[in-house]
């Protein structure tokens, strides 16, 4: 089946640091990858995808990189702000409608 | 653009009462999910719908637990009866194609007492 497994948070840092998110997955087929961002008493957002190998998606600094040959799309940012705050859910799609999320990790930037 | 919209935002019921959560898909969107977030499961599919027909309904806990959409522009997830287990944030997810991103609502935050 389909899964994705996220590093377990909580995760607090301090504004500015370098953060990084671990994602890897399992999918019968080609899935496309995604992540997703909560705030609190929100929705999920997209924050960035990748439909095929190697692409990389980006969004409002925040990067990830799609690796098949790792099975892997880790979340980076290279200078956290403390409105980064939020639940981070990596996920995938193999059909392209039913998305499979991991546990979601929280992150905490400390001013 | 409007987002998806949900009501009410927030519903606490005893158990054993009909609760019936509301969604207003994104106009145009023709894809349409229910999703419930539990600290213990995380995020679950329940169930979703193209073009107003439900597709795959696998996630549906129990038969307590309905969803209809009688129309392009509005979805209704019910549970009759409640029970203290079905507490959980439920949201509603739409995209246009299956294919692209699924916009959420804000959630209705359930309390079943």
């Known amino acids: 089946g389909n899964s994705v497994t996220q590093m377990e948070g909580p995760v607090t840092l301090s504004e500015e640091a370098f953060l990084t998110i671990n994602c890897t997955y399992t999918a019968t087929g080609y899935p496309s990858l995604f992540w997703y961002v909560q705030y609190p008493g929100e929705g999920l957002q997209l924050l960035l995808k990748a439909t095929k190998a190697d692409d990389k998606g980006s969004n409002k600094g925040f990067e990830a990189t799609y690796r098949k040959e790792t099975t892997s799309f880790h979340l980076e940012k290279g200078s956290v702000q403390v409105s980064d705050s939020a639940v981070y859910f990596c996920a995938l799609s193999v059909l392209g409608y039913k998305l499979s999320f991991g546990a979601g990790t929280t992150v905490t930037v400390r001013a | 653009d409007a987002g998806v919209i949900q009501s009410p935002r927030h519903e606490v019921t005893e158990m054993g009462q009909e609760v019936t959560l509301r969604c207003k898909p994104i106009?145009?969107?023709?894809?349409l999910f229910w999703y419930r977030q539990t600290m213990m499961r995380g995020l679950e599919l329940l169930i979703y719908f193209n073009n107003n027909v439900p597709i795959d309904d696998s996630g549906m806990p129990e038969d307590r637990f309905s969803a209809k959409m009688p129309n392009a522009s509005f979805s209704t997830l019910k549970i009759q009866p409640s029970e203290p287990r079905d507490s959980a944030v439920y949201f509603c997810a739409s995209s246009r194609g299956g294919h692209q991103p699924q916009h959420f609502g804000d959630g209705t935050r359930l309390s079943i007492l």
């Open positions: 106009s145009g969107h023709d894809y």
